[in-house]
Each structure stands twice: as structure tokens, then as C-alpha cells.
């Protein structure tokens, strides 16, 4: 670890290791972030699916658990504007699966599944002064930003582009996370939704790598420390590590999901708009087969999670996972159920 851009990571997130936990909201809490900050890493808080008391809750529990930096994440999109009429074709799309499981339409709530980050949040966060603050789908405002600095916090946001990175330290970033086409979860674009000017990690890091003067975090395929080597070598100061957490005990990963994980059915995964509206990458399963995993009926996010819900919750009390967001990214070889600390400790080796 004698690069220039680690130590100078390694100095601005204030950790004994370049490696950050990936925030992944509902496959994990507090309990993660603890266990990865108290092993040296940043562990990250995924605070988009969680409400003012919630996090709250989750916040006061890792004070209390560790004097180490950790990092709270949240989603920066604008809430889109409800369609009745995209709505209905939607659930027109799913209407043979609702037939199917004898699940009555009319009685399903519409609904966003996840919160952006908005002045609210930013009160609650000065409560805790956590020392580093994430952000996904772009930045919030000025103002907000300005008012989460207050308190000394570190800002990093992440880029699937060239383009993006740019505008992020444009935009005042600390530090950017590269995010590869591999990664799994929810891609983190804002600028365009061309899909197809995103790279894979290994291409996007050095041109980003290039392209900015702050740190760049690597992030998507990185399972093991042969990974963190590579990534390192290529100019990254540090990376974001998610699916391989996965497996840890410290995860609220479901049992079907980890069933999945430690199946073949992980080596096939792709991007799908399905179960939120945005596209993010997840082990393939029978209704992406099916309805296409990029199928247009899906309204904007976070819209698309309402009606999808009710034939999830069906099926996994069936004991499926045919209709759940499995979450993965293309490269699962490194997740092991290993606990938190660990893992990290194994990304890490051979940097000591």
C-alpha cells in the first residue's frame, strides 16, 4: 500500500485499509458496517430503504458499537412523477402471474420502494455526524451538501462514465467510485441512460483514473485480493467490494438468496429493470426469463417495486426466489460465508 493515491485515501476516509464495503440496501444493517469498520475497512450504511426512525435506530447502534470511521449511503434520484396509465400497463403485464397465484390487483398499494436524500435526511445525519456520506444516481443540491460538510464529512459519489466522474469532481467530490458494468445492485448513472457507453471495471478505471485529481474507488468484479491487486495497479487508491459480503453472517441476505448465491444459477447474471424500474444486476430467474429483463412496461423508479411486491412475497413463502431481486454481481467466485471482518481482512491480503 505505498501508492501516493492510497495513502491519500487511506488519509481522507481516515481507515487502515483501502477497502469500502459496498452499501446494499436490503441485504444489510448496522451490524455490517460495525463488523467492517472494526476490521480496518469502511463500512458503508445503505440508508435508501430506510425510514427517519429506522436509521435513526440503525445510526445510535453504531456509535455505540465502533469508534471507527464508517460511511451512510443514500440515493440522490428525482422521484418521478406517477403515470395511472403506465401503472396499468404494467400490472396488465403482470396480470398471468397475479392469475396465477390468485392475487387480487385492485388490493395492491402503489408505492416508491426506496427514498432520495432530501432535507430531512440531512438533519437526522447531523444528529450523528457519521464521517463519510455516499451518494448513488448523482449528488443532491448545493445546499445539501453544504450542510452535510458541516461536520467535517467526507463526500463520495459513484460514476459509471468517463463523463460523470468529471462532473462529480466538478461537483466537489472527495473521492469517485468507478462503478464497472460488472457491479452488482443498482447501476449509479445520472448523466445518460445509455447503458452501452458504461465499461467494465477494468476499462473505466484508468481512463477515469486519468480523467480526475481526486481518489478513485474500483468497484463491480472484485471478489478476492487478486482483484484489489489488479485494481490497484491500474491506478484505483482503494475499492468497493459488495457481493462478496453477501454470504456473512452480518448479512440480512434472505435464505433463498444465498441459496442462489452458492448455486450455478449465479454465474448468469444480468441487468434488469423488473423490480424497481432502474436497471441493476441480479442472478437471473424465471420472471426475467420470462417477461425480459429489461421489459419497457416497468415504470420509472422506484415505481416499479409496488406491484411486483405481493408476487415476491407469494413466492418466497413457496420456498422460490422466482420472482425476487437477487442481487449479485457477474463475479460471486469470492462470497463465502466468512464472517464481515474476515472477508475484509482477505481482500486486504497482501497489502500490509
Known amino acids: 500500500m505505498s501508492s501516493a493515491a492510497t495513502s491519500q485515501l487511506l488519509a481522507l476516509l481516515g481507515t487502515e485499509l483501502p477497502i469500502i464495503q459496498a452499501p446494499m440496501a436490503g441485504v444489510q444493517v448496522g451490524a455490517m458496517t460495525v463488523a467492517v469498520s472494526n476490521a480496518g475497512g469502511l463500512g458503508s450504511l445503505p440508508a435508501a430503504m430506510l425510514g427517519a426512525d429506522a436509521l435513526r435506530s440503525e445510526l445510535a447502534a453504531i ?3 465502533t469508534a471507527r470511521p464508517y460511511n451512510v449511503n443514500f440515493f440522490c434520484h ?7 396509465e403506465r401503472e396499468a400497463n404494467w400490472r396488465a403485464t403482470l396480470a398471468p402471474y397475479y392469475r396465477e397465484f390468485g392475487i387480487d390487483a385492485s388490493a395492491i398499494p402503489p408505492g416508491p420502494g426506496r427514498r432520495a436524500f432530501g432535507a430531512e435526511e440531512a438533519e437526522l445525519l447531523a444528529e450523528f455526524e457519521p464521517p463519510v456520506v455516499s451518494f448513488h444516481f448523482g449528488l443532491p443540491s448545493a445546499e445539501l451538501m453544504v450542510r452535510v460538510r458541516r461536520w467535517g464529512a467526507k463526500l463520495l459519489a459513484s460514476a459509471t462514465t468517463v463523463d460523470e466522474a468529471r462532473w462529480l469532481e466538478d ?6 467510485i468507478a462503478q464497472g458494468l460488472e457491479a452488482g445492485g443498482h447501476r449509479g448513472h445520472f448523466l445518460s441512460d445509455d447503458l452501452s457507453a458504461q465499461l467494465g471495471t477494468f476499462a473505466l478505471l484508468p481512463q477515469v483514473v486519468r480523467a480526475v485529481r481526486v481518489p478513485v474507488i474500483a468497484a463491480g468484479g472484485i471478489a478476492d485480493a487478486n482483484g484489489v491487486a489488479a485494481a490497484l495497479a491500474l491506478g484505483a487508491a482503494g475499492v468497493q467490494v459488495g457481493t462478496a459480503y453477501l454470504l456473512c453472517p452480518e448479512a440480512t441476505t434472505s435464505a433463498l438468496h444465498r441459496a442462489a448465491l452458492q448455486s450455478d444459477a449465479a454465474r448468469h447474471t444480468a441487468l434488469t429493470r423488473l423490480f424497481t424500474g432502474r436497471p441493476a444486476r441480479g442472478i437471473v ?5 420470462e417477461l425480459g429483463p ?10 416499479a417495486t409496488a406491484a411486483i411486491a405481493p408476487l415476491r412475497a407469494h413466492a418466497e413463502k413457496q420456498g422460490s426466489g422466482d420472482f425476487s431481486p437477487l442481487w449479485s454481481g457477474q463475479n460471486a467466485s ?3 460465508a466468512l464472517p464481515a471482518a474476515e472477508v475484509t481482512r482477505s481482500l486486504a491480503e497482501g497489502l500490509l
Open 294 to 303: 429489461m421489459n419497457p412496461a416497468a415504470p420509472a423508479f422506484p415505481l
Open 285 to 289: 430467474n424465471r420472471v426475467m426469463r
Open 334 to 336: 469470492g462470497c463465502l
Open 78 to 84: 428525482a422521484p418521478p412523477v406517477p403515470s395511472s
Open 171 to 176: 461537483h466537489g467530490v472527495d473521492a469517485v
Open 63 to 65: 456509535r455505540e458499537r
